[in-house]
């Protein structure tokens, strides 16, 4: 159990501020010195957005990444990278992202990169919270993809013949990242998910499960370690049934200490999930709906924060986002995140 009741964190991303957008079609024009004070006055902006907001978890709002997993191909051998999307025009959907051919082995010698993104957000982060007296109450998350989700923009060979093939070689990359990690003094990391949650309607989820506690076997129980499960939200779109039903109770067996549920887009749909989660784990609920421009106010968070906890206790709970924010407007995130602490701080006041 948390030492916190009624703890705010966010998943992991954060909008591109307007100007790293635009240097990011640009970069050929950057010198390594320029593109490196890019990337720490994005984290910069992105911590303080944060802080501003009074979160009790920040993340460096993964503003060195294309997406939450994409960059990371970049980091992997054997995978030759597409050019240009397969659908460029009409609606924005999940087709506009291509997959990646494999040409050989899958290794990543560097790592992916998110130890140095770490190192970044603690040096980053450090100044701003010892002039806001906050360095020990706020708790600093690295968020990394799992190697099934990330097996989903790559295409089968004869090496690896299917998803789950191209899944077991990445398996040993993430796992390899995350003690990397732990070494490096992560204590809050999450593991991404989203595509078990998208499929385990057609899946085997005790699969997923096998495939994720063998994914962070040699973390649990040296870091807080949470997991998120959501339908999707690529341009602010879903993908497959918006159900958890299929996952449970087969999910309660990850061996994390912490599982984030998207309640927010779903009006609050399996509600009662929480219960089931919280008998056995930590569980984060997704209160603020990060699809949506309806700015929620103090009010909303503060009634969906007391409908939360006729099912959960306090000490069992956290508040967050529905997903990360990357596909949400700054101006938007920024309010909702103010909005979201500011309601559950007026709970928490009241227990």
């Not at 990330?150 to 990445?170: F, H, M, V, W």
């Not at 998207?262 to 930590?282: C, G, H, I, P, T």
């Given at each position: 159990m ?9 998943i ?5 501020p307007?100007?790293l957008?635009f ?12 593109r ?7 984290v910069?902006?992105?911590?303080r957005?944060q ?6 978890v920040?993340t ?10 994409l ?13 240009a ?12 992202r ?20 770490f ?10 919270l010892?002039a806001?007296?906050s360095?020990?109450e706020t ?13 989903g923009?790559l295409?089968p060979n004869?090496q690896?013949r ?13 796992r390899?990242?995350l003690e990397?990690l732990?070494?490096?003094?992560c ?6 998910e989203?595509?078990?949650?998208c499929?385990a309607?057609?899946e ?5 499960v096998d495939?994720?506690?063998r994914?962070v076997?040699s ?8 997991t ?6 690529y341009?602010?779109?879903a993908v ?5 039903a ?10 994390v200490d ?5 309640m ?10 929480l ?17 949506s ?14 409908a939360?906890?006729k099912f959960?206790?306090?000490?069992r709970i956290?508040?967050a ?5 990357s596909?949400?407007a ?12 500011e309601?559950?701080?007026?709970v928490r006041?009241?227990?």
């Amino acid at each position: 159990m948390k030492e916190q009741p009624l703890r705010t964190t966010v998943i992991g991303s954060y909008p591109f501020p307007a100007w790293l957008e635009f240097a990011c079609e640009h970069l050929d024009r950057f010198g390594d010195t320029d593109r490196a004070e890019l990337v720490d006055d994005a984290v910069a902006i992105a911590v303080r957005d944060q802080l501003e907001a009074g979160l009790d978890v920040i993340t460096d709002g993964e503003q060195t990444r294309l997406d939450f997993n994409l960059s990371f191909y970049g980091f992997i051998e054997g995978i030759e990278l597409e050019s240009a999307s397969p659908r460029r025009f009409g609606p924005p959907a999940h087709d506009q992202r291509g997959k990646h051919k494999v040409i050989g082995e899958l290794r990543a010698p560097r790592g992916l990169g998110t130890v140095e993104d770490f190192k970044r957000l603690q040096r980053v982060a450090t100044p701003q919270l010892e002039a806001r007296n906050s360095k020990l109450e706020t708790a600093l998350k690295a968020s990394v993809p799992g190697p099934y989700t990330l097996s989903g923009r790559l295409i089968p060979n004869a090496q690896y013949r299917d998803r789950y093939a191209l899944t077991e070689a990445l398996l040993p990359i993430v796992r390899s990242e995350l003690e990397s990690l732990v070494k490096a003094g992560c204590r809050e990391i999450t593991v991404d998910e989203p595509s078990m949650s998208c499929y385990a309607h057609k899946e085997d989820p005790k699969r997923f499960v096998d495939i994720f506690n063998r994914t962070v076997e040699s973390i649990a129980g040296k870091c807080h370690l949470s997991t998120h499960l959501c339908f999707g939200n690529y341009k602010g779109r879903a993908v497959g049934p918006r159900q958890y039903a299929p996952m449970f109770p087969a999910f309660l067996d990850m061996k994390v200490d912490e599982i984030h549920v998207e309640m927010a887009s779903r009006e609050f749909a399996e509600l009662e999930l929480l219960q089931l989660v919280a008998a056995k784990k930590d569980v984060a609920v997704g209160i603020i709906d990060v699809k949506s421009y309806y700015i929620e106010t103090v009010d909303d968070v503060a009634n969906r924060v007391r409908a939360c906890l006729k099912f959960a206790p306090a000490d069992r709970i956290s508040f967050a986002p529905d997903c990360g924010l990357s596909q949400t407007a700054r101006w938007a995130a920024k309010q909702k995140l103010k909005h979201m602490v500011e309601g559950v701080k007026r709970v928490r006041g009241s227990l």
